[in-house]
C-alpha cells in the first residue's frame, strides 16, 4: 500500500456520498469559472486580433464626426506609410433588427490589400468591376444561407435609401477572425447618394505600416500633419482603437473578472471543507500512522494528493461539461450578433483543471497542517 493508493481511497472510497457531492460542486465551479473567463476572451478577442503594422485615424472630437476625404492623400505622404484605405459604418439593418452585423463601405482596392482579406468563394475581379457588389464573411454567409449572386437588402436609419447589394464573393481574414462576420461594400455606391454636406468625407483612414516598430513615430506624424485644422486627428493603433468599444463595457469586464475570482474562492471553501471533516474523521488513523512511523510529511503528502485529486478531477469534468454549454452560449450569442467566438481551447482546459488541482491541495493546506503537526497520544485519545 503506497501513500498515493491510500489518497485515493480516502479521497473517493472512504466516504462516497460526500466524494461525489465535493467532485460535484467543483464541477460546477469550474463550468461558471470556465464560461466567464471564455466570454471575457471572446471579449477582447477582436483586439487581440489586431495587426501590428495597422493604425487608424480617426477625428480628434469623436468617431461619429468624420474627416474629408482629401486626408487620405496626405497620409498616404507620410514616411513610413505604405498603403492607404478608408471606410464608414454604415449601421443597416437586414430584414430584423435581431439580425445585427457590422457593415462597412470601404475603398474596395486598397482594403482588400490593407486588411488582407482573402476570398473563399466568388472573385475579387466581380466585387472590384461592380459598384453594386458585397463581400460578406464567410460566418455570414453561413448563419443567413448566403450564396454568390445572392440579393442583400438593407435599412439604414443613418443613410436612408433602398440599399440592395448583390454578393460577388465570400471572404475570411487571413488575420483577423471579425472579418468573418462582416459585410463591405463599395464605399463610392455610398458616397454618391450623400447629400452635398457630408458628400466625400469618411469616418476613418486605416494605415498600413512598412515596419510596426515605427508605428510611434507615424502616429505622432499623422497628427501633426492635422494639428489646428478644421478637422484635427486622433491616430492611434488598430488595437487601441478596438480597445475603446471594450472599455465602453468596462464595468461588465470589471464585476465578470470579480466573479470569476469569487469562483475559485467558493471552489476552495467546497475542498477545503471536505478535506477537513475526511481528516477529522480519521484522526485516530492519523495517530496510528505516526504511531508505526510515518512522519509529519507523510501526513502532509497524503492530505494535499486527496485535494489535488478531487480538485483535478472536478476540474476536468467541468470542462467536458462547458463544452456543450459553451456551445449552446455561442449559437445564441452569435445569433443576436453579440459574440461570435464563444468556445475555449484544449489549453484552456488544461489550465483551469490544473487550476483546480491546484486550489485543491491549497485547500487541504491547513487540515493537513494541523493533522501533521498534533501529538500521536492525542490523536490516539480522540474518539469521533
Known sequence: MTLT???????????????????????????????LRTILTAWYASSEASAADRIVTRNAISLTQSLPLSYGSRIAQVPGVTRVTWSNWFGGIYKDRRNFFAQFAIDARSALEVFDIRFVQGSEADFLGDRNACIVGKGLAEKFGWRVGDTVPLFSEIYPGDWKFRIAGIVEGTDDASIANTMYFHW??????????????VGVFTSKVSNANDSPRVVRDIDALFANSDAETHTETERAFRLQFVRGSSAILTALQIVSGVILVIMALILGNALAMGLRERTGEVGVMRAIGFLPRHVRALAFGEGAMLGALGGVLGCLLARPVLHAVGKFA?????????????????ATAAVAAIIGAAASALPAVQAARMEIVNALRRQE
Open 334 to 350: 452569435a445569433s443576436i450578433g453579440f459574440l461570435s467566438n464563444v468556445s475555449y481551447t484544449v489549453t484552456t482546459a488544461l
Open 5 to 35: 493508493n491510500l489518497a485515493v481511497r480516502n479521497a473517493f472510497l472512504r466516504n462516497p456520498t460526500r466524494s461525489v457531492l465535493t467532485v460535484l460542486g467543483v464541477m460546477v465551479t469550474a463550468v461558471a469559472f470556465l464560461f
Open 188 to 201: 463610392a455606391r455610398l458616397n454618391e447618394g450623400l447629400p452635398d454636406r457630408i458628400k466625400d468625407t
